[in-house]
Structures are given as C-alpha cells and as structure tokens.
C-alpha cells in the first residue's frame, strides 16, 4: 500500500498543487511511519530499501511506457485517464486517489455555496423593463452660460449674490364677494349719485374699469361739437336781432358769414395770405401784417398766423407769432398739427401746434388770457451755405397724395404720412431759384433746458427740419435765356399725382418744369402761345383736382392760360380777361372741374364755367369800399354735396365766407367727360 501511494502521488505530482494545508492528518501518518522506520532493525531496513528501489525501477518503467502510448490521449481526456489509472491499478491492491476525492469534495462545497448565494440575492433582485428612455440629454443654454462660452473663461471670475430666490410668497384662496348694480333715477342726497352702486354693505367693492385714451379722444370729439353748435346757436341769436346779419355780397353766392377779426391784437392788420388744410378741409390759416396803428404794445412789432376753424368763428384756436414778415405759408400733409411759413428774411420756420401752453408766453388783452406761440424752429440757427439768403416766396408739402381710378378728387395717402403727420418733406422756393428740401423730424423727447447743437429748436420743442437737398432751378434754363441774369422765381406747385414733378412760375413769362430726382423730363419749359413784347410775371399757379394733368397759369398782364403737362403751348389762352389788370390768384374749383376763380389786383373776382361758356368769365364781382387782398376756396372734392365757398381777406382785415349757389358748386352731370370733349375741339 505505501509503494502504491508513492507511485500515485509521483504519477499526479505535476497536475496538482501543493496541498499541505489541506491534507495535515496525511502528514501525521507520514510521520509515525517514519518513526516506525527508525525503530525497525538494520536488516529490515535493508530489505526495505531493496524494495523501494525494486518499485522505483518498475515505476519508471512504466512511466515510460505509459509516455509513449498514451501521450495524445492523456492530453485530450486527461480525467478519464486519471480514473482509468485508479481503476487499472496492480493487482495486488485497490487504488484509492484521495487527492481527487478531496478536491471534488471542496469543488462541490464552492459550488453549493455560489447556489445558495445566488438564491438569496435572486430573492432580493427585481428587474424590470424601462418603455421611454433619453438616450441625449441636453438642456439649453441659458444667457448666462452662452456669454461665458462665448466670452471664454480664461482670466475670469465669477461673482455670486443672494437673489432671494428662497422667499417664496404664499397667498390663499378666498370666495369671491357679491355685488349688486342698484339704478335710479334721481340723484342720491349722499356721495352716490345718479347710475351708482350701492355699497351699503362695507364688505362689498366696486372695480372701477376706465379707459382713458377712449375717454379723452371722447371729450375732443364732443366738445368740439358742443363748440360748433354753441357758435350755431349765437349766430341764429345775432341774426334774429339783427346783429351783424349781412346779406350776400357776391352774385354767386346766396348765404355769408364772418370770422371775428375784431379782436385787439388783430386790430388795423392787413390779411397777407390765406390757405386751408388739405386734410381737415374746416382749417384755415390767415397770416395779419403789422398794425397800421401800435394797438397792443407787446404785439406791434410782431406778425401774427391765426389758425381758425370756420365752423367756430368767433376766435381763432391757435395764435401765433413771428418777428419777420410772413411770405407764404402751408399745413402739414397730415392732421393740421404743424404750420410752416416761409419769411423775407429768409428763413423757414415750424410751429408744433401740440406743444403745451406752459412754454409760451401768455397776455391779457380784453380782459381774455391769450397765448402766443413762437416758433418751435427756425432754419436761422442752421449756419450752412445750404440756407436761404433771399426771400422765400413760397413753401409747399411734399405729399404722397395721388388721383383714385374714378377721378372723384384728389384722395391723401393718410396711412403712409402716419397719423401725426410729420413723415414727409417739405420745399422751400427763395427768388432766387433756389429750391431746398427738407425733412421734418420729430424729436422722441423733449428738452426744456434747450439744445447746444439745434440753434434753431425752441426750449422743450420736439419738431426741427433738417436739410435734405438743394436744387438750383436755373440750370433747367437754356443759356440764351440766362444772358441778361437769371430769372426770379415767384410761385412752385407740385404734381398732385406725381410729387416728383414741380413747376415754378417765372418773371419772364415761362414755368419751369423739374423733377426732385431721376432724369429730367420733356417738355422742361411752359410757354404762352405768343410771346409778349413787355416783361410778364407768372404770378400764380393752380392744377386741376380731377385726374387730369391739366394747370392753370396767372400772368402780370392778364393773361390766363390752361396748360396741358404734356405739352408746351397751352391747351387755351385768354389775353384779355381782366382787361390787362395783373392777376393776382388764380383758383380751380373744388367740387366742378369745369370752373374756377380768378382775382386782380383790382379787387375784382371772376367766374370761370368752360361748360358754359370757353371764351369769357360767366360773372364778375367787383369790392371797392373794402379791396380783397387774396382768396381762398372752400370745399372738398370727394364731398361735393358738402358747403363749398370762396374765403375772401379784405383790406380792413375782415374774412368773409361766401357760400356759392348750387348750380355754381354742385357738378353737372359727366361734366368731366363734357370738359374733356371740349378741350378736344380746341386743341
């Protein structure tokens, strides 16, 4: 048995490892037989060792044998060899490997352990299936985080502060209250009045809702109503006594009024110049020269514009006043808001008619407090070449205004020169043929302390006008005409269906024709069908105010002439008109397209109607007792069911408004295309 053992443990001695710790009662044994050794007597040792060697040399050989033969075998199936080797054993004992036996014992022991572990944890472990999942997850970036990427963080540092984010507010839910709406028709004796609430009940409230842009555009609306029919009811009173009842003074009309002139500061004043609103048609601007006697001291050296509305004729809304003599003056394209005059001095002035009264000056006169209003700006404090250095005779709106499809009259473009009516450009003409072009700008706040760079803008003014462009009218005349000096230019107008286009009327008989920009256009000049051996002024200017590109032109020596934008010569020309007399204005009816109004510097006035007849005025009028200094024609062309008149300024300073007769302010039937087919004969 012990040769045995030795031949196993040195068969296995190179698949296994050392196992002393496990196998110490094996080495106990060993000991106790080494002990009997040394007890044994020499000779059984000897025979011991006979036999050790004996089973050592049989052992190799078999160890050899077993080599050769089985090597692959062993190599592929190395356990069923090692069971093989158990079971093929000597035949002189039973092969029992302890060593196997051990270490299945252990394996078994490992493996029953990894079981009973992985049963307690399965109990322990529920897994489960996930539907939704975020594969990204990736928040936008804040401001804060995108201005440090950007930024970089390199040499920066970041700062934090307690933002109170951790004071939460609480608030709690309550029932609403209960109120009721009590009406009667008597006002209450207490605080209540008539259509109140009753809050006899203290727990009650009343939420008060008051929209105050709708309620002040309300009280504009309605007391200007309550205003005109306050001035109705005191002319009817007046005309029922006999007060200041007048009859018509013109043929042509059948009804007059008058406007309240008979103020003091007005008083002895002569009226320069008259001139409506294209806009809000009721708006008048009349501009009253110095006073013939100093009247009210403050005012003596002062001109005056009054801006009035002929259905409150008792006083004008607005005054206002300027130091240099008023040339020519014009409304805004848009709401009457802004007035603009044009001086001798030179100069171009705005007034913003919003501003608050508290920037201008106020005075007593007849027991009434007044406020005049000085300009808001002046183009004297623009120091440029680019500056008037003559008389402005004349300034005008640039406006988008245009002809509709039907030709019922000339409608604006409100929507594009904006509500406030400040998006446009305005033209000034001086006689030297100098046109400038200006931009009105509305100033977004407004400086009481006044500005160091406007020179011109008034303290707290928010309206200036800031230079454009320049536009030298000689240079569309041709040199033959240039060798005795330029002409001087009276009077521009612009084309009501295309303001690119302008015409300016001349001391040497012609109008101009230009263009603001683009190429220059044919025909450049206007001439009278003959030309006169005396020097004639074009003093006046007026286009037709439905659809057709048709204007008139007043002369120094009478002669009216009806041009044509297409052509040079006139359509018609009438030399002795006014009997040689220098026409002064010259006015195309609002509300007929085949009549207008023509007035000389003899105070007479003339009715045009090519309907009736093409050679001479159908009714002349004539004021001696009183002169007419200028006209003005009332009315609206997309209303010709409306009041429409003529504004006449006399010598004395009254205005008159002369209400025409029907038959001479309604349109007949196709009068436009009866006009047209007459002009047809002519031509």
Request: charged residues 20%; proline residues 4%.
């Amino acid at each position: 048995m012990d040769s045995q053992s030795t031949i196993e443990s040195s068969n296995y001695e190179d698949d296994f490892e050392d196992y002393e710790d496990d196998f110490e009662d094996d080495e106990c044994e060993d000991e106790e037989v080494e002990q009997e050794k040394e007890e044994m007597p020499a000779r059984q040792r000897a025979e011991i060792e006979e036999i050790k060697k004996a089973i050592s040399a049989e052992n190799e050989q078999i160890r050899a044998t077993q080599t050769r033969s089985n090597r692959k075998t062993y190599e592929e199936e190395p356990k069923r060899d090692f069971e093989i080797s158990q079971t093929s054993g000597p035949s002189r004992g039973t092969f029992i490997d302890f060593v196997a036996a051990k270490q299945r014992e252990i394996s078994s022991k490992v493996a029953s352990k990894q079981k009973k572990r992985s049963v307690e944890l399965l109990r322990l472990i529920d897994l489960d299936f996930s539907v939704t999942f975020s594969m990204l997850d990736l928040p936008p970036l804040n401001e804060y985080d995108v201005y440090i990427k950007n930024f970089g963080r390199t040499n920066t540092k970041q700062a934090f502060v307690q933002c109170n984010e951790d004071n939460v507010d609480r608030e709690s839910q309550t029932d609403e209250l209960d109120t009721v709406e009590k009406w009667t028709q008597h006002p209450g004796e207490g605080s209540l009045v008539c259509g109140g609430v009753n809050v006899s009940d203290a727990s009650s409230s009343v939420a008060t809702n008051v929209d105050s842009r709708r309620l002040t555009n309300f009280l504009k609306s309605a007391c200007q109503v309550i205003a005109v029919l306050l001035e109705e009811d005191q002319a009817e009173y007046q005309a029922s006594q006999n007060i200041q009842s007048k009859t018509a003074s013109l043929s042509v009309s059948d009804g007059c009024s008058q406007l309240n002139t008979n103020l003091p500061f007005l008083h002895g004043r002569k009226v320069l110049c008259l001139r409506f609103s294209q806009v809000q048609r009721q708006t008048l601007l009349s501009v009253h020269s110095l006073p013939k006697e100093p009247g009210v001291a403050q005012l003596a050296s002062n001109y005056i514009i009054c801006v009035w509305n002929i259905w409150e004729p008792s006083a004008p809304q607005k005054v206002l006043v300027c130091e240099s003599e008023v040339q020519c003056c014009c409304f805004g394209p848009g709401n009457a808001i802004s007035v603009f005059a044009g001086t001798v001095d030179g100069s171009v002035i705005a007034w913003d008619l919003r501003e608050h009264s508290i920037i201008h000056y106020s005075l007593q006169i007849g027991g009434q407090e007044w406020i005049l209003r000085n300009p808001t700006f002046s183009t004297d404090g623009v120091l440029a070449a680019v500056n008037h250095s003559c008389a402005v005779k004349a300034v005008d709106p640039v406006s988008s205004a245009y002809f509709d499809n039907h030709g019922a009259g000339l409608s604006l473009l409100a929507s594009q020169e904006g509500s406030s009516g400040l998006s446009f450009q305005l033209a000034s003409l001086d006689e030297s043929g100098l046109l400038n072009l200006w931009v009105v700008v509305e100033l977004q706040k407004a400086d009481l302390a006044g500005s160091l760079t406007d020179l011109g803008l008034i303290p707290g003014g928010k309206i200036k006008l800031i230079h454009s462009s320049s536009i030298n009218v000689n240079s569309f005349f041709p040199r033959n005409l240039m060798q005795l000096g330029p002409p001087q230019t009276l009077s521009i107008r612009f084309l009501p269906s295309d303001p690119n286009h302008f015409f300016i009327g001349t001391d040497i008989g012609l109008v101009s024709h230009g263009t603001r920009h683009g190429l220059q256009t044919a025909p450049k000049l206007y001439k009278p069908q003959m030309n006169s051996v005396r020097p004639v002024q074009v003093t006046c200017i007026d286009f037709c105010h439905f659809g057709k590109t048709m204007f008139l032109v007043g002369c120094s020596d009478g002669t009216i002439r009806l041009h044509s934008v297409a052509t040079d010569h006139p359509i018609l020309q009438w030399n002795e008109s006014t009997q040689g007399r220098p026409i002064q204005t010259v006015l195309w009816a609002l509300t007929r397209p085949g009549m207008f109004f023509v007035l000389d510097e003899s105070s007479h006035i003339y009715v045009w109607d090519l309907l009736q007849n093409d050679s001479k005025p159908v009714a002349e009028e004539s004021l001696q007792l009183d002169r007419i200094t200028t006209i003005a024609i009332l009315g609206d062309p997309e209303k010709p069911s409306a009041s429409s008149g003529l504004m006449l300024a006399k010598q004395s300073g009254a205005i008159e408004i002369q209400y025409l007769k029907k038959q001479w302010s309604e349109p007949h039937l196709n009068e436009l295309e009866t006009l047209h087919y007459i002009l047809q004969k002519t031509i």
